[in-house]
């Protein structure tokens, strides 16, 4: 069961580091909703680290990664801006071991409960 945790309330410019528990070795992605707006991805990393994809709106200023160990998947929110605000999901991908990284969420089979984030500008 995925749980994710560490969303909160801060200021633009600000950061935030989420986490995504219980994470096996496969694909997991990010993803989140505003209110009022459809679910949309955010960032999602292959089983082994290996290959990760980022929506336009969040390159450069988010960066996800994993540690296998803990099975622990990470999304560090850097520069964040006030249309970042949204409850984020993690979501997994059952037994998926390849190095394509998938960013519709239909194909995610687990997701975690939320994690609110909000941005004060």
């Known amino acids: 069961q995925l749980q994710a945790s560490g969303g909160g309330l801060v200021q633009a410019g600000g950061s935030l580091r989420l986490s995504c528990a219980a994470s096996?070795?496969?694909?997991t992605g990010w993803f989140r909703q505003a209110p009022g707006k459809e679910r949309e991805f955010v960032a999602a990393?292959?089983?082994?680290?290996?290959?990760?994809s980022y929506a336009d709106s969040v390159k450069g200023r988010f960066t996800v990664s994993r540690d296998n160990v803990s099975k622990t998947v990470y999304l560090q929110m850097n520069s964040l801006k006030p249309e970042d605000t949204a409850v984020y999901y993690c979501?997994?991908?059952?037994?998926?071991?390849?190095?394509?990284?998938?960013?519709?969420?239909?194909?995610?089979?687990?997701w975690g409960q939320g994690t609110q984030v909000t941005v004060s500008s």
């Open positions: 979501a997994a991908k059952k037994s998926f071991y390849s190095s394509v990284v998938h960013t519709k969420s239909s194909v995610y089979d687990y």
């Open positions: 096996g070795r496969t694909l």
């Open positions: 990393i292959t089983w082994n680290g290996g290959s990760t």
